[in-house]
């Protein structure tokens, strides 16, 4: 069992940057695959990025591919969400999630335990 709680989200102007914050609980939060989702008013979760256990393979979706930078510090039990230049098309509730398993994965299904999430607007 490993419990989520993401923080950083905010209001930010189009072209700014904020990161986020997810700190895991839990003693094996460094064998557990993360990954980033994002959910607009309206529309279906969609997948934004994944981290590996040793943080050795990232993902991306292709919409923050060069803009956005996944992270984990596993003595911390804490990954990270590195966002710049960010859109206005990037406003949206942001969650972490874990995944009990090996294997980058992209689908929130894939997925086992769930932050509560964090609201990001980004102002145009």
């Known amino acids: 069992q490993v419990q989520l709680v993401e923080s950083g989200g905010g209001l930010v102007q189009a072209g700014g940057s904020l990161r986020l914050s997810c700190a895991a609980s839990?003693?094996?939060?460094?064998?557990?695959?993360m990954g980033w989702f994002r959910q607009a008013p309206g529309k279906e979760r969609e997948f934004v990025a994944t981290i590996s256990w040793s943080g050795g393979s990232t993902y991306y979706a292709d919409s923050v591919k060069g803009r956005f930078t996944i992270s984990r510090d596993n003595a911390k039990n804490t990954v990270y969400l590195q966002m710049n230049s960010l859109k206005f098309e990037d406003t949206a509730d942001y969650y972490c999630?874990?995944?009990?398993?090996?294997?980058?994965?992209?689908?929130?299904?894939?997925?086992?335990?769930w932050g509560q999430g964090t609201q990001v607007t980004v102002s145009s």
């Open positions: 839990g003693r094996t939060f460094s064998r557990y695959t």
């Open positions: 999630a874990a995944r009990n398993g090996i294997g980058a994965a992209m689908t929130p299904e894939s997925y086992d335990y």
